[in-house]
Structures are given as structure tokens and as C-alpha cells.
């Protein structure tokens, strides 16, 4: 997987956003402002940062060299992983997949209601105008 397929894949997500809040060389994507993600696009070969459960975590550092504990992150909860490496592809949209499902699993309720309520408030507005 290569970085633009990386950053499509995480922008895939329901209410997935982008940014650069710690400045032009690190990618953010957050979901209900929370990071999921962070791609450095400065780095060489690809690597990102997906959070991660702790005990997964180390699993996943056993069984591949190209994973770590998280760089500038909290390394219990964050793993930085080569991206051009040796995982399938597949198996790093498991990860991104897990990395958002926990946050979205920390979200208060009433964040979890705005993207809904929102998207209801779209609909009808987008109704409105037929």
C-alpha cells in the first residue's frame, strides 16, 4: 500500500477529516476530532501511525518487523508501521479499520448524534430544494 492509497482508504471512513495541525509534514485524520491516523509524508520509506489495543499491539510487533510501538505517541496504545513493507494490503486496512473503531468507540454519545443529526439536517435540506 502506498501512501495515497493510505490516506483514500482512511478518508473512506464515515465522517473521516484530514489536517495538518503539527504542520505540513504529518497528515492527520481524525473522526469526531480524535486521531485515528497519522501518515509523516516526509519519511522514507512510508510510515504511519495507527492507534492500536495494547495487547494487539504487541502481537503485531512480534509477528511483523515493519511494526513498532508508536513514534512520538503513546507506545501502549500507538503502533508506527512501514506501509511499503512487507504487510498485505488487507491486512493494513484491518489495522485502519481497528484504529478508527476504538475511537469511534471512545466518542461521547452526544458527538456520535451531531454526525447523525447532521446528516438528517442534509437530507432534508437537500429535499427542500428539489
Request: one cysteine or more; a positive charge.
Amino acid at each position: 500500500m502506498d501512501l495515497a492509497q493510505f490516506r483514500e482508504y482512511c478518508l473512506s471512513k464515515p465522517r473521516a477529516t484530514e489536517g495538518t495541525p503539527f504542520g505540513p509534514d504529518v497528515l492527520v485524520f481524525k473522526v469526531g476530532g480524535k486521531m485515528f491516523a497519522l501518515a509523516a509524508l516526509d519519511e522514507v520509506p512510508s510510515t504511519v501511525n495507527l492507534k492500536c489495543d495494547p495487547d494487539l499491539a504487541l502481537d503485531l510487533r512480534d509477528r511483523y518487523e515493519q511494526i513498532t510501538p508508536g513514534y512520538h505517541m503513546n507506545k501502549k496504545h500507538w503502533n508506527t508501521i512501514d506501509i511499503e513493507g512487507c504487510i498485505p494490503d488487507a491486512e493494513l486496512q484491518r489495522l485502519i479499520d481497528h484504529s478508527y473503531d476504538l475511537v469511534v468507540k471512545g466518542l461521547p454519545k452526544s458527538k456520535a448524534k451531531v454526525g447523525v443529526r447532521s446528516r438528517r439536517n442534509l437530507s432534508a435540506a437537500l429535499r427542500g430544494r428539489r
